[in-house]
């Protein structure tokens, strides 16, 4: 990870996006939630970690939510209220 981190620093010019998609396939024992939280931990200002997942990692996350910015979209931001899943059908309805 630091190798990363210092080729990102010496390397990248402009805002750079990591995404790593299907992260809960990872499974609960693995080095890499380690390996991970050291590249949060020492995040450079131009690289961004999108994680995508249907579980929330095992991350240390504490320290994140309190100095920098992070967001988590869960489930429940994601479900349609009834009165939009109505509106959602009603226009789907019309335009077909």
């Not at 450079?44 to 979209?73: G, K, N």
């Not at 869960?74 to 509106?87: A, G, I």
């Amino acid at each position: 990870m630091d190798v990363l981190l210092n080729e990102v620093l010496e390397r990248v010019d402009q805002q750079l996006i990591l995404v790593l998609d299907d992260y809960h396939h990872l499974g609960a024992d693995t080095a890499v939630h380690a390996v991970l939280d050291r590249l949060l931990a020492y995040l450079p200002d131009v690289l961004h970690v999108v994680i995508v997942s249907r579980e929330m990692p095992p991350l240390s996350t504490a320290r994140l939510r309190a100095q920098a910015p992070l967001s988590v979209i869960d489930r429940k931001d994601l479900l349609f209220t009834d009165d939009e899943t109505q509106r959602c059908f009603a226009r789907s309805l019309i335009w077909n």
